[in-house]
């Protein structure tokens, strides 16, 4: 089962650009998570957002969360090559709030 | 710095072959987690452990079976490996439950099955 899926598989930017991820899920969560996976590396949590909150900021990131569409974007202020990077978002299941479960990831790629 | 530490990084096994693939975090979490990543796929959840002597199958079990002896060990294993199970192999742990915590993820383990 795909409980959380990002809507786009790849995307490019130029360096200094903005940029905005976005993922939607399939049940009702205790809170959504969004990843970054660097080539080589395991995933590292960028921001967590509950169910109760609309707004999560970290920095260039900033995460939102829609309940009622349940959609969550995550958006990159002035890019750097560095961010170029696979992005997850991941969620608990409603009736297992311990079983993590990822999106296939978007793939970004910040050019120079 | 939470740490969670794979062996072995690279594998090469034979079809028909087991392989244990190890974990071992250093966090004291109480969850453990094993997802396979492959392209156009991102990543499976195969097993987790909410702590020493528990397993739960995740969402893509068959063919794999999991062990965890302590709190700091998690094992995956293929008693029969099949060229399908190639795959880059992710540990993490963590204390997700109730809209708290996060994952941590080991660099992941390489499996080539021939």
């Known amino acids: 089962s795909q409980l959380a899926e990002e809507n786009l598989w790849a995307l490019s930017v130029h360096e200094g650009e903005s940029v905005t991820v976005n993922c939607s899920y399939k049940t009702s969560i205790t809170a959504l998570q969004w990843y970054r996976q660097k080539s080589g590396e395991g995933p590292a949590q960028l921001i967590l957002i509950r169910s109760n909150e609309r707004e999560k900021r970290n920095g260039r990131l900033r995460a939102t969360l829609d309940t009622s569409s349940q959609s969550s974007s995550l958006s990159i202020t002035a890019t750097r090559c560095e961010d170029t990077a696979v992005y997850f978002c991941?969620?608990?299941?409603?009736?297992?709030?311990?079983?993590?479960?990822f999106g296939k990831g978007t793939h970004l790629h910040v050019l120079p | 710095e939470a740490a969670v530490t794979q062996s072995p990084r690279n594998k090469v096994a034979v079809t028909g072959g087991k392989v244990t693939l190890s974990c071992n975090q250093t966090?004291?979490?109480?969850?453990m987690y094993w997802y396979r990543q492959d392209t156009g796929h991102g990543l499976r959840l195969i097993h987790y452990?909410?702590?020493?002597?528990s397993t739960e199958k995740g969402d893509i079990p068959d063919g794999y079976k999991a062990s965890r002896p302590s709190q700091e060990n998690f094992s995956l294993i293929l008693e029969l490996a099949t060229p399908s199970q190639t795959s880059v192999y992710f540990c993490?742990?963590?204390?997700w439950g109730l809209g708290t915590g996060q994952l941590y993820f080991g660099e992941g383990s390489k499996l080539t099955v021939l």
């Open positions: 966090n004291n979490h109480n969850n």
């Open positions: 993490a742990s963590g204390e």
């Open positions: 991941a969620t608990d299941e409603d009736t297992n709030a311990y079983k993590v479960i």
């Open positions: 452990s909410y702590g020493a002597g």
